[in-house]
């Protein structure tokens, strides 16, 4: 990745600057600096590649299906009972599957989180060193 490129390159540049001279504190503040972006990184690529494991997402669905079977077969028990709750809790459990979805992959689907910080600090920086 290009980020890891520009971490190793940054990270060069500080060993240097730290042989230097081993008593700055500028220098000790640039490392220290450095270390919190690539802890950062990792946390942001962590959250973006961590899913919901599939077995939760199954289970979800097969209890899902067995509530709208028990809440069906409640509803046919009695004719005269009106079949409206028993729709908008089936509307409202698909709704509720959908968010989880959606939201456990955040970089596709409906919800989508904006990498635009990550490029104008790309675009900063590389204007800075311009």
Known sequence: ????????ALWQQAKAAAAQDKN???TRLFIQALNDMI???GKRLAALRNN?????LLSLFGITAIACGFAGYASGIEPRRTRLPVYIMGTLI????FVILD???PNVGFITISQ??????ASSIA???D
């Open 1 to 8: 990745m290009r980020s890891n490129a520009i971490h190793e």
């Open 24 to 26: 700055m504190v500028p």
């Open 39 to 41: 802890d950062n990184q």
């Open 52 to 56: 919901i494991p599939n077995i939760v």
């Open 94 to 97: 698909c709704g509720v599957i």
């Open 103 to 105: 939201l456990d992959r």
């Open 116 to 121: 635009q910080p990550m490029i104008d600090t």
């Open 127 to 129: 204007a800075f060193s």
